[in-house]
């Protein structure tokens, strides 16, 4: 299924956005999450937790933000293993998507909906909080696509990260790297499944480039998928040259849809 979205519904974009290096997550996410060049605004490519400036780039505006001032209900589909917003707050890293839904506390979801299937992990079955939480089953990947599915149904924006394509790619582990490309195959296949059937549209991008060359243990400066799959496929991929494009992106076809 990855193939195929690759192949007929994807268009390759910049997510180097003019500032040598590498790119990396801290700068390259907020900058989609945003629609600010963030590499720019640095002066170079930050990775890991963002930092006091670019988290006051994201605690200014953000895409969460913009759909809520469009009155669009949001959801950030990843489980925290916290109880609460109040815990998630007090850690003393966050990632940008952390920082982003704190701006919007309801959109974070808590162990609890982890536990009701109301929300996903990041590895998509489980498997790696098993010896933390030996209570909460694996699923398969075609399960967690289905959970994703029903959060998606109920709010109009459903956001979801998965990173364990850059863990893989940075092991430079062939078979490791295989291994997680099924699992995620197998997951885009049945949700891309039920959003058709739905009429639901999946926007797919990254922050930047890793799995594609496994003997390269950091991130590529190569171009990115961005793939988008369901009504307004073409004006989403038209509107995208870089990183910088997807909010507009998303925002714009909220406009074009209604
Ligand atoms: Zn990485």
Redesign the pocket.
């Given at each position: 299924m990855l193939w195929r979205l690759l192949e007929r519904h994807s268009k390759p974009i910049d997510a180097c956005l003019g500032v040598d290096g590498p790119p990396q997550?801290a700068t390259g996410q907020a900058t989609m999450f945003t629609g600010v060049n963030c590499a720019a605004a640095m002066g170079k490519h930050c990775e890991g937790f963002p930092g006091p400036g670019l988290r006051k780039i994201i605690e200014e505006n953000n895409l969460f933000l913009e759909l809520k001032r469009r009155n669009l209900s949001v959801k950030f589909a990843d489980a925290y293993l916290v109880d609460g917003v109040d815990e998630l707050e007090m850690r003393r890293f966050k990632s940008v998507t952390t920082v982003m839904a704190l701006t919007l506390p309801e959109t974070v979801s808590t162990i609890d909906d982890l536990v009701n299937d109301e929300a996903l992990l990041q590895d998509l079955t489980r498997e790696t909080i098993q010896e933390r939480y030996p209570d909460i089953p694996v699923i398969p990947p075609q399960r967690a696509a289905e959970h994703l599915f029903r959060i998606a149904r109920k709010f109009d924006f459903t956001l979801f990260e998965f990173f364990q394509s850059?863990i893989a790619?940075?092991s430079m582990d062939y078979a490791r790297a295989c291994a997680v490309l099924r699992v995620y195959d197998r997951f885009l296949s049945a949700l891309v499944r039920y959003t058709e059937a739905a009429g639901l549209t999946v926007v797919l991008t990254s922050d930047h480039g890793?799995i594609e060359e496994i003997g390269e243990r950091g991130?590529t400066r190569n171009q990115i998928p961005f793939i988008a799959y369901g009504p307004g496929e073409k004006m989403l991929r038209e509107k995208v040259s870089s990183l910088k494009d997807v909010m507009g992106a998303v925002l714009q076809a909220y406009e074009t849809l209604s």
């Open positions: 997550s850059d790619g940075h890793n991130h």
